[in-house]
């Protein structure tokens, strides 16, 4: 009963703040790297259409994996596609007293699994042994599989469950357009090889319904 009224929740725009990850590239010719990189991301959703439910939007951490590559233009421009798995989600607290059911408490959680091509411009400078650069672009998505958990206590007794996402019959988009903004530290680890920490904020620009 009560998933069903989760699941009829618009979702609008995802957001995602403080991606961090590590990033180990390997110089294949003079103006082209391509390396692996990794971490973490922490994101929820906005909502719309919450009818009869007191929300409390939490963030969720999730993985994120990929391949990265830089083609340099010159000392203080760069172009970064990137291909990555990244997992979007969020988690969401409602409660309301039901005139019949009486106290009513739900945690929904909602994990979506997406492989998304970044296309980032990059621009900054030496500063020593490191380097600065600051990042932004696009990013286009296209979610794999998803699942809704769902765990609902009424009058203090407590039951769970969990459903695969059904991108059609519930209503939600495959595809996901984003904008990446942030900011990278390089560091040089040989004449080879460079390692490269990053932050950004992600900011969703599709409704998911």
Not at 5 to 30: C, E, G, Q, S
Not at 39 to 59: C, K, Q, R, Y
Not at 82 to 106: A, C, P, T
Not at 125 to 133: E, H, K, Q, S, W
């Amino acid at each position: 009963m009560f998933t069903k009224n989760v699941l009829k929740m618009k979702y609008r725009k995802n957001t995602f703040a403080a991606l961090l990850f590590t990033l180990l590239t390997f110089p294949a010719f003079a103006q082209f790297s391509i390396g692996v990189r990794g971490g973490i991301n922490l994101g929820d959703f906005a909502l719309s259409n919450v009818e009869g439910f007191a929300t409390n939007p939490e963030s969720r951490l999730g993985g994120l994996f990929g391949v990265v590559t830089e083609l340099r233009v010159n000392d203080n421009f760069a172009v970064q596609p990137e291909l990555n798995f990244i997992q979007k989600g969020s988690r969401q607290q409602f409660s309301l007293n039901d005139s019949l059911f009486g106290d009513i408490d739900v945690r929904a959680e909602v994990i979506l699994n997406y492989l998304e091509l970044p296309i980032l411009l990059k621009a900054g400078g030496n500063m020593g042994m490191l380097r600065v650069d600051a990042l932004a672009g696009p990013a286009l998505g296209f979610a794999l599989n998803g699942k809704f958990k769902n765990a609902s206590t009424v009058n203090g007794e407590s039951e769970s469950e969990e459903k695969a996402i059904d991108f059609d019959k519930d209503e939600l988009s495959r595809t996901d357009f984003s904008v990446h903004l942030g900011a990278m530290l390089t560091l040089k680890a040989g004449e080879r090889t460079s390692l490269f920490v990053d932050g950004r904020y992600i900011i969703g620009l599709t409704d998911l319904n």
